[in-house]
């Protein structure tokens, strides 16, 4: 009896026994190298127009600013809208005069406050664009940026530098920069990527203009 139930328990153990092998589904190795694939094509995309993603110092820091000033008027609206007023009435006299000496004295009063509290009320339907201004010698400098979809999920930063001078004959503005990422471009394609904001701001500047006089 002992013998018939080794016998038993020999066959039930048996070096032979094998297990059947995962089988992996072709569908998931195709599934697999497509999202590869496509992980590769974007970071290959990624590396060959990297200066196009990249947001050079000073664009960064004047987005930087046109918020922290936006911010800063929201708190004091009627002691930002003074100190504008009290420029335009500067400028507008300088002007009137034609002397020249008070009208550059005027250009370097100008913050970017007093400039973003006037081009607060004009209307835009970019709300991602922002506007800030420099000095450069005599001459105002207004650096207007915006962001750029390429294609999904890259997006760049566009730039463009307007120097503007103050006449007695009126407002004149020059392209001197335009960047997208931290490439260079030539100026006179800003009316292509700046064109609704490029309008916007020529009729703020003959609503300013008619103001001071």
């Known amino acids: 009896m002992k013998r018939l139930n080794d016998d038993l328990l020999d066959s039930t153990i048996s070096p032979d026994i094998s297990y059947p092998k995962i089988a992996h589904s072709p569908f998931l190795w195709k599934k697999s190298a497509i999202i590869g694939f496509t992980l590769f094509c974007l970071v290959a995309a990624w590396f060959s127009h990297i200066d196009l993603f990249s947001v050079p110092k000073d664009v960064q820091q004047s987005r930087e600013l046109y918020f922290t000033v ?3 008027l929201g708190k004091d609206p009627i002691y930002w809208r003074d100190q504008r007023y009290s420029l335009e009435k500067k400028l507008g006299k300088a002007l009137f005069e034609k002397n020249n000496f008070e009208i550059t004295e005027a250009i370097r009063s100008i913050t970017p406050h007093t400039l973003i509290d ?7 339907k970019s709300s991602s664009l922002t506007i800030t201004s420099k000095l450069s010698g005599t001459s105002l400098v207004l650096v207007a940026t915006k962001p750029e979809r390429l294609f999904w999920p890259f997006s760049t930063m566009l730039s463009l530098e307007i120097e503007v001078r103050f006449t007695p004959e009126g407002i ?20 292509s990527y700046f064109g609704t904001e ?16």
């Open 70 to 72: 936006r911010d800063e």
């Open 118 to 124: 006037f081009l607060s009320e004009q209307e835009t």
């Open 172 to 191: 004149s503005p020059t392209f001197i920069r335009l960047r997208r990422g931290s490439q260079e471009f030539s100026p006179t394609l800003a009316w």
């Open 198 to 213: 490029l309008e916007m701001l020529k009729k703020s500047s003959n609503l300013l203009f008619s103001k001071t006089h």
